[in-house]
T-cell receptor, first 114, second 111 residues
Framework: DAGITQSPRHKVTETGTPVTLRCHQT?????MYWYRQDPGHGLRLIHY???????DKGEVSDGYSVSRSKTEDFLLTLESATSSQTSVYFC?????????????FGQGTRLTVV | DAKTTQPPSMDCAEGRAANLPCNHS???????VYWYRQIHSQGPQYIIH???NNETNEMASLIITEDRKSSTLILPHATLRDTAVYYC????????????FGTGTRLQVTL
């Protein structure tokens, strides 16, 4: 299995509080992604990174920010958590940018905003 | 990225081959076909991918039609542990191209 660790694995937080999720990889892959998964929507891309300090938005980026100060860590921050951000969050990594390089996923973080 | 169409569910008897179809009629020349699966609420697991040629690995085989408009994932000897949702995805070679997951095929392997 690819060396991807997400933390925490489970979190319950209150509406309006900031929350940071961490994705840590030991593969030295350049590309990292944050997805969320909700019933009826499949996995949707939030943000991605194509190198240290290089990030870009995905299709559902509102209310989220990311940072990547080291190759191995990609942080996802909910600036002010809302109930609509209750979801399962998955991190993925990939050695290459596109179709020729497979992406591997972490085990997910289940976030509940109350 | 091209869209894919998969049947919502399939059944397969344990020990038999599971053949999961996928239609991607709008696929373009630089797009790869990927298959992932997700068991319960675990992270999606990479299975196999290909561009034009058929591919085989320790998990499965991928058969891509000559016109590349459809493909089939084959699990040669399905087990109960193969019960999962299987996603067929097309992915281009652009910068940090994302994986667009549809709703997949729920494969139920039975005794």
């Amino acid at each position: 299995d690819a060396g991807i660790t997400q933390s925490p694995r489970h979190k319950v937080t209150e509406t309006g509080t900031p929350v940071t999720l961490r994705c840590h990889q030991t593969e030295n892959h350049r590309y990292m992604y944050w997805y969320r998964q909700d019933p009826g929507h499949g996995l949707r891309l939030i943000h991605y990174s194509y190198g240290v300090k290089d990030t870009d938005k995905g299709e559902v980026s509102d209310g989220y920010s990311v940072s990547r100060s080291k190759t191995e860590d990609f942080l996802l921050t909910l600036e002010s958590a809302t109930s609509s951000q209750t979801s399962v969050y998955f991190c993925a990594i990939s050695a290459g940018p596109g179709g020729e390089a497979e992406a591997f996923f972490g085990q997910g973080t289940r976030l509940t905003v109350v | 990225d091209a869209k894919t169409t998969q049947p919502p569910s399939m059944d397969c008897a344990e020990g038999r081959a599971a053949n999961l179809p996928c239609n991607h009629s709008t696929i373009s020349g630089n797009e790869y076909v990927y298959w992932y699966r997700q068991i319960h609420s675990q992270g999606p697991q990479y299975i196999i991918h290909g561009l034009k040629n058929n591919e085989t690995n320790e998990m499965a085989s991928l058969i891509i039609t000559e016109d590349r408009k459809s493909s089939t994932l084959i699990l040669p000897h399905a087990t109960l542990r193969d019960t999962a949702v299987y996603y067929c995805i097309v992915r281009d070679t652009g910068t940090a191209s994302k994986l667009t997951f549809g709703t997949g095929t729920r494969l139920q392997v039975t005794l």
